[in-house]
C-alpha cells in the first residue's frame, strides 16, 4: 500500500473544464512534488514544495496551478487543459534535505492520476 | 542538466536467471542513487536505495555503486515473471530537492 494518496485515480475532462488533483501524504514528509508522465518515458518534474513553498517551477504553462495548503496535501489545478496534456500525473513526497551535500531520502510515489483530455 | 544514461531495451532473460540493469551518469558530485521499478500503468515502486560505493543486497536485488566509474547497477536473481516492468536509474542532486530520471530499461521475464 502507498502512503502517498492520489485522488481521483482517472479523470476525463474537457478543455474548458476546470478541475483539480488532490495529493496527500502522512509520512512527515516536507517535501512534495507533481510529475508528469507520457508513455515509456520517465516522469518529468513540474514543481516542487519544500515546507510548503514553491522552490522549483519548471516552466509549466500557467494552465497547471500548484497549490500546498499544508504539509501533508498538495493540489495541482487544472484550467484550459490541451489533449496533449493527457497524461499520467504523479505526486511525490521525500524527506526535505537538512543542508546542501547531505544525502537525498528517495521519493515515495503516489499511485497516479490518469487524466484524459478530451 | 545531469545525465543519466540507462541501455533502453528491452533487456529479456529466462526465468530463473540473472538480470544485469546498468546505468551511469555525468554528475561526479551525486550521492544518492536510487532504482525504481515501474509496471505498465502504475506508479514507480523505489526497490534500492545505494549511497557508498560497493554492494548492497536486499533479497533477489543487488545494487552496485562506482562512484569513480559513475557507474550504478541492479542485478536480479532469480528472476521471475512478475520482475517485467521498466526499472529507472534515478540520481538525487546534491543541490536540493531535485532528482535526476534515466530512460528506464524494459525488462521481460519469459517463463
Known amino acids: 500500500d502507498t502512503e502517498v494518496t492520489q485522488t481521483p485515480k482517472h479523470l476525463v475532462m474537457g478543455m474548458t473544464n476546470k478541475k483539480s488533483l488532490k495529493c496527500e501524504q502522512h509520512?512527515?514528509?516536507?517535501?512534495m512534488y507533481w510529475y508528469k508522465q507520457k508513455a515509456k518515458k520517465p516522469p518529468e518534474l513540474m514543481f516542487v514544495?519544500?515546507?510548503?513553498?514553491?522552490?522549483i517551477n519548471e516552466s509549466v504553462p500557467s494552465r497547471f496551478s500548484p497549490e500546498c495548503p499544508n504539509s501533508s496535501l498538495l493540489n495541482l489545478h487544472l484550467h484550459a487543459l490541451q489533449p496533449e496534456d493527457s497524461a499520467l500525473y504523479l505526486c511525490?513526497?521525500?524527506?526535505?534535505?537538512?543542508?546542501?551535500?547531505?544525502?537525498?531520502?528517495?521519493?515515495?510515489f503516489g499511485n497516479g492520476t490518469r487524466l484524459t483530455v478530451t | 542538466q545531469k545525465e543519466v544514461e540507462q541501455n533502453s531495451g528491452p533487456l529479456s532473460v529466462p526465468e530463473g536467471a540473472i538480470a544485469s540493469l546498468n546505468c551511469t551518469y555525468s554528475?561526479?558530485?551525486?550521492?544518492?542513487f536510487f532504482w525504481y521499478r515501474q509496471y505498465s500503468g502504475k506508479s514507480p515502486e523505489l526497490i534500492m536505495s545505494?549511497?557508498?560505493?560497493g554492494d548492497k543486497e536486499d533479497g533477489r536485488f543487488t545494487a552496485q555503486l562506482n562512484k569513480a566509474s559513475q557507474y550504478v547497477s541492479l542485478l536480479i536473481r532469480d528472476s521471475q515473471p512478475s520482475d517485467s516492468a521498466t526499472y529507472l536509474c534515478?540520481?538525487?542532486?546534491?543541490?536540493?530537492?531535485?532528482?535526476?530520471f534515466g530512460t528506464g530499461t524494459s525488462l521481460t521475464v519469459i517463463p
Open positions: 511525490a513526497s521525500s524527506q526535505d534535505r537538512g543542508a546542501p551535500d547531505s544525502y537525498n531520502s528517495p521519493l515515495h
Open positions: 509520512m512527515g514528509h516536507r517535501a
Open positions: 514544495y519544500s515546507y510548503e513553498k514553491l522552490s
Open positions: 554528475d561526479r558530485v551525486s550521492q544518492s
Open positions: 545505494i549511497y557508498s560505493n
Open positions: 534515478v540520481l538525487g542532486s546534491w543541490t536540493g530537492n531535485q532528482f535526476y
